[in-house]
């Protein structure tokens, strides 16, 4: 399409052609668009990591359609496998199929050894919110118990029940009557303590609390069907739970007879450099929700795998029409092939180090940079005010906008949107590494008054 060497955006954003599009689509679609707002582009095509606009502008992507695009836009290899199956068989509802047969042995082999033969697949509607309420679902059929723990700061989805264990108050404001019975606990953001604490004076105080309330007969809290948590807030700010926190959790649930649940939708699938972030932290849980980037190339899928003793739902009790995408099925498994024979997984932790450190050395030279964090290739930049500590909200999108106009798209997010979120493609060279961080130097240099 393009070297990196070139320059990448030759037209005001948005471009001539750009705006006619943006505006068709400000005048039929509805007003809860979201990414045309901040990434006023329309795209023309896209390949790798690159995105080429209808003006000819040409971005490197470091959103991957957010995490969907595991492999980059229109690996080949997985194209030519889902044009096979293309002409086979698009859609099968839950009847098994060879390209369902394959992906669901895939995706139980990627598990620890220890949970291949405990586990099981559940195929959800289409969406990582979907796959939630499938999750949730299961965990209160399974237990008899109606109420859900979850955490200050997850995100879980828009829908009424993934929205309800959703900590971000801002979407729930207007829409009222949601799921009752769900309890919200700090999570472990330490640069951001929710208890007040620092690292000399906390001893994971997050997961004291919820043990304690668990362990109350007059806490006012009854025993949950199930605690559902993200192993790295993805949408709250890309904050990874800290390891004795989440290793807490999992002790305490496991002893009060609680299933477990992980949100893996965003984290899952390579991500953070292994298959699931959880590996990470030495537990297992009983329920994993997964979708994003499960086909490999952006269709649509999710599935929840969990423990056997959990599968006590009857035929028909969590549907849907969508569930059997043989064209998904077929992707993902291409994808996981790939992604083995590749060494993929340990291409992510090694960029995944070379981006952090240079969003490091970034932090280092701007006085608002007040965090940098993640695990592999979910990395991201918390603003605030260095006097107030206020969020930084306008200067988040302020540098946002200048990358843009530099040709990188990167995604903000975080508690009023202060903070810069970096998923590139699991793909991603380390030459594309460099040049994004180079070109977010340049966006704190145009918009950062700090920086130096």
């Avoid at 795209?43 to 992507?61: K, P, T, Y």
């Avoid at 795998?305 to 059997?324: C, E």
């Amino acid at each position: 399409m393009t070297t990196l060497d070139e320059p990448l955006v030759r037209t005001e954003l948005p471009g001539p052609a750009s705006r006619e599009y943006l505006a068709r689509q400000e005048s039929r679609e509805s007003s809860a668009r979201s990414y045309p707002r901040r990434l006023p582009i329309a795209v023309r095509r896209a390949e790798g990591a690159l995105i080429e606009d209808v003006d000819g502008n040409v971005f490197l992507d470091f959103l991957a359609g957010a995490g969907v695009l595991s492999l980059g836009h229109g690996h080949p290899e997985i194209i030519a496998a889902v044009r096979e199956q293309l002409g086979t068989l698009v859609h099968g509802l839950d009847l098994p199929t060879p390209a369902k047969d394959r992906f669901t042995e895939l995706q139980l082999e990627m598990l620890p050894a220890p949970m291949r033969d405990r586990f099981v697949v559940h195929f959800c509607g289409p969406t990582g919110a979907n796959a939630i309420e499938a999750a949730i679902k299961l965990c209160k059929l399974a237990t008899g118990r109606g109420d859900i723990f979850a955490f200050h700061g997850g995100f879980h989805g828009s829908t009424a029940g993934a929205m309800a264990v959703t900590g971000d108050l801002h979407p729930k404001a207007k829409v009222p009557n949601g799921m009752p019975g769900v309890h919200f606990f700090p999570f472990s953001h330490c640069a951001r303590c929710p208890l007040g604490l620092t690292p000399d004076t906390c001893a994971t105080n997050c997961a004291t609390y919820l043990e304690r309330v668990l362990a109350d007969p007059n806490g006012g809290v009854p025993t949950p069907a199930a605690v559902l948590v993200e192993v790295v807030q993805g949408e709250g700010g890309g904050i990874p739970a800290s390891p004795e926190f989440l290793r807490r959790i999992r002790e305490i649930t496991r002893r009060a007879g609680v299933p477990l649940i992980l949100d893996e939708v965003q984290t899952g699938c390579g991500r953070t450099g292994t298959w699931y972030a959880f590996e990470q932290y030495g537990i297992e849980p009983d329920v994993i929700v997964a979708s994003k980037a499960l086909s490999g190339i952006g269709l649509p899928t999710a599935i929840i795998l969990y423990d056997k003793v959990l599968d006590t739902w009857a035929p028909g009790a969590h549907i849907g029409t969508f569930r059997g995408n043989q064209l998904a099925f077929a992707g993902g498994a291409k994808a996981i092939e790939i992604i083995r024979r590749d060494g993929i997984l340990a291409k992510v932790a090694e960029r995944g180090e070379q981006l952090a450190g240079r969003l490091r050395k970034i932090g280092e030279r701007s006085a608002w940079v007040a965090d940098t964090r993640g695990l592999g290739l979910m990395q991201s930049i918390e603003l605030a005010d260095p006097a107030t500590g206020a969020h930084a909200t306008e200067l988040a999108r302020a540098i946002q906008a200048a990358a843009l106009r530099l040709g990188l798209i990167l995604e903000v997010g975080g508690r009023d949107g202060c903070v810069l979120r970096l998923l590139p493609p699991l793909t991603i060279t380390e030459e594309q590494v460099e040049k994004g961080a180079d070109l977010l130097e340049r966006a704190f240099g145009a918009a950062d008054p700090s920086f130096v």
